[in-house]
């Protein structure tokens, strides 16, 4: 049988730390864990994540290399039954500039983070890792054991995590699903978090802004890479679908990593569908029902031409497929452009 077809079984609560809780996908998947039965407990150190996006859960405030501090969470919650680990500088052409503050906080912090989580004998790590990482295909459509191919800082941060993490549980009792997201974007279905960034540098956080007028145009990076219409190709996957993929592996996790033979496992994440910036632009255009002023411009520093996802594992071990429409998306997306201010306090 395959997984997609498995039964619902009765499943126990589950606690799960979430690391990053407080930032776009981490307090969207908190959310996607309690509408599942589960309690998130969130630590983030508020680096750039928004307070108001921890709502009510339950919440430390530090840092994730600080050991003290994980003991205490562990001690005041001993039944926390893994840890999504999403905590992380982000930002691709900012990590070209910062070099040391993405290693330092992305690979050194995740360090010390999986080896307190092995002294803790809390061994049960969901890892956010990123599509950034794969070379260009002639076809754009990537397996998980296709070649990588790192072309900014935070590439190399995400992949050596991805390293560590395998090293790791290749020597000790950790244990981890890394899920290689492609390009998350939406809002949850209350429209409560979302892009929070001033200046989004998400392609669709571009083009609310020049649909809303906040910027005179959307600029399309790059025309001139050898995809059907020269523009970058994504798999834009909405967020609560990705969210949704983090309950499945944690409520999964001993039997992923069982059928997978392997202590830690490399899953995609997107939707199967590769849809390039221009294609973007029309399907946006057709869901907010008017034109949006367009420019163009050489490829940002770091930019990766794109990549679309093989989700042939995501739905053998996770029992998984994405659910909601890139429409869905983009609709979600502007009904958060609508209602940020009010939770954020800024346009
Ligand atoms: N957003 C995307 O398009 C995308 C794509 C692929 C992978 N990812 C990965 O998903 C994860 C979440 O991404 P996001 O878009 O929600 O980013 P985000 O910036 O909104 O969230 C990251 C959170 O981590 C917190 N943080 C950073 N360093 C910390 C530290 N040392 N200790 C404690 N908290 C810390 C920040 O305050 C923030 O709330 C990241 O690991 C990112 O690399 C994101």
Redesign the pocket.
């Known amino acids: 049988m395959s997984a997609g077809t498995t039964p619902r079984r009765t499943l126990t609560a589950m606690k799960v730390l979430v690391?990053?809780?407080?930032?776009?996908?981490?307090?969207?998947t908190a959310k996607a864990l309690e509408e599942a039965g589960h309690v998130p407990v969130i630590?983030?150190?508020?680096?750039?994540?928004?307070r108001a996006?921890v709502r009510d859960r339950i919440f430390y405030e530090?840092?994730?290399?600080?050991r003290d501090l994980l003991t205490r969470i562990f001690d005041e919650h001993d039944d926390i039954a893994a840890t999504i680990?999403?905590?992380?500088?982000?930002?691709i052409p900012e990590s070209v500039q910062l070099p040391y503050e993405y290693y330092r906080?992305?690979v050194s912090?995740s360090l010390e983070l999986f080896d307190q989580l092995v002294a803790l004998e809390k061994t049960r790590v969901v890892?956010?890792?990123?599509?950034?990482i794969y070379g260009v295909k002639a076809d754009f459509e990537v397996r998980e054991d296709d070649p990588l191919d790192l072309t900014s800082p935070?590439a190399h941060s995400?992949q050596m995590m991805e390293q560590i993490l395998r090293d790791m549980a290749a020597a000790t009792d950790l244990r981890g699903i890394v899920?290689?997201?492609?390009?998350?974007?939406g809002s949850d279905p209350d429209t409560e978090s979302g892009?929070?960034?001033k200046e989004p540098s998400?392609v669709l956080g571009q083009l609310v802004m020049a649909a809303r007028g906040q910027k005179p145009a959307f600029t399309i990076t790059g025309t001139e890479h050898p995809t059907r219409d020269g523009t970058g190709i994504r798999d834009y996957v909405h967020?609560w679908d990705l969210a949704r993929a983090h309950v499945r592996a944690v409520e999964r996790f001993d039997e992923v990593v069982e059928a997978a033979g392997e202590p830690s496992v490399v899953i995609n994440v997107g939707t199967g569908s590769g849809v390039t910036v221009r294609e973007l632009v029309a399907a946006f255009e057709r869901v907010f029902g008017r034109e949006v002023p367009l420019a163009e411009a050489p490829p940002r520093p770091g930019d990766a031409i794109g990549a679309f996802a093989n989700v042939d594992r995501a739905h053998e071990l996770l029992g998984w497929r994405h659910e909601l429409s890139l429409d869905d998306a983009i609709a979600s997306a502007l009904a958060w452009g609508e209602k940020r201010q009010e939770i954020l306090g800024y346009e």
């Open positions: 690391t990053g809780g407080a930032g776009y996908i981490g307090s969207i630590l983030d150190s508020l680096l750039t994540g928004p996006f530090g840092d994730i290399s600080d680990h999403m905590a992380a500088r982000i930002v906080d992305n912090k890892f956010s890792s990123t599509a950034a935070y995400k899920l290689r997201y492609f390009n998350p974007i892009i929070y960034a998400h967020v």
